[in-house]
């Protein structure tokens, strides 16, 4: 088990930036994938980006070249850049720090964060 906090969100103009950060609470961090979801009103949660122990990096198409995720074992902590912000990136943005292999043995999620794109 690991605690997880979201920080960062806000609102912001289409165009601009934004970074989330996740902090762990427990020493496990350097060893599970990490990874951001984001879930829009009315629609299901997707994967905006995961990482892995070792570095390696899954965005989903729709932030490819903007987003960006990164993590600092010695902080316990990943962040999550996201640039050229556009309104259909608004949703409530969530940490989850999972099992490399085995998702069902370690799935845990933080509180969320609400990050709205709008003029």
């Known amino acids: 088990q690991v605690q997880l906090v979201e920080s960062g969100g806000g609102l912001v103009q289409p165009g601009g930036s934004l970074r989330l950060s996740c902090a762990a609470s427990r020493t496990i961090f350097s060893i599970v994938v990490m990874g951001w979801y984001r879930q829009a009103p009315g629609k299901q949660r997707e994967l905006v980006a995961h990482?892995?122990?070792?570095?390696?990096?899954v965005y989903a198409d729709s932030v490819k070249g903007r987003f960006t995720i990164s993590r600092d074992n010695a902080k316990n902590t990943v962040y999550l850049q996201m640039n050229s912000l556009q309104p259909e990136d608004t949703a409530v943005y969530y940490c989850?720090?999972?099992?490399?292999?085995?998702?069902?043995?370690?799935?845990?999620w933080g509180q969320g964060t609400q990050v709205t794109v709008s003029s």
């Open positions: 989850n720090a999972r099992h490399p292999v085995v998702p069902e043995r370690y799935n845990t």
């Open positions: 990482i892995t122990p070792s570095g390696n990096t």
